[in-house]
């Protein structure tokens, strides 16, 4: 386990490269990358990878998408399961840029299409009366952008 100093300097010497290639400015206290448009939040919720969140500020706080989900056919799992939190910053941090402008400039495309994997895997034989209040807000949210989506 890492402590919360190691973790941010990880953060910036991984990541850093938002701030000087794109133009995000950094809050330390919150571990984020923004811009007027847009949060990248690296937060410490795993004990070997971190959590990078994405979120357009024009929609709502559920549409924040981790890294994982957006680009998770691109990701080698089983090389990070080996990897200590560390590496899993520099793998991370270099799959983030190798993507950086697709996740950046068109991150808003990236949305729904994700947003629907999530849906379709939070549970199988789901149907409208037994959604949750929070899977409900998902579907209505995808429905409206997407009306001819069928997920049953």
């Not at 386990?1 to 850093?16: A, S, V």
């Not at 950094?26 to 994405?54: A, G």
């Not at 799992?77 to 991370?92: E, G, Q, S, T, W």
């Amino acid at each position: 386990m890492i402590e919360k100093k190691e973790f941010i300097e990880l953060t910036k010497k991984h990541f850093n490269f938002l701030s000087s290639e794109y133009g995000f400015s950094y809050n330390e206290s919150r571990n984020m990358f923004f811009n007027s448009e847009m949060c990248i939040f690296i937060k410490y919720d795993d004990l070997l990878s971190p959590s990078i969140q994405i979120w357009l500020k024009s929609e709502p706080e559920f549409t924040c998408l981790d890294l994982r989900w957006l680009l998770h056919e691109k990701i080698d799992r089983m090389k990070i399961d080996k990897n200590l939190m560390a590496d899993n910053f520099a793998y991370y941090s270099n799959l983030f840029r190798a993507h950086a402008h697709q996740l950046i400039y068109e991150f808003r495309s990236l949305i729904v299409p994700t947003l629907k994997i999530i849906f379709k895997n939070m549970e199988k034989n789901i149907t409208l009366e037994k959604m949750s209040f929070s899977q409900k807000r998902l579907y209505e949210y995808i429905k409206d952008k997407d009306p001819m989506w069928k997920p049953f």
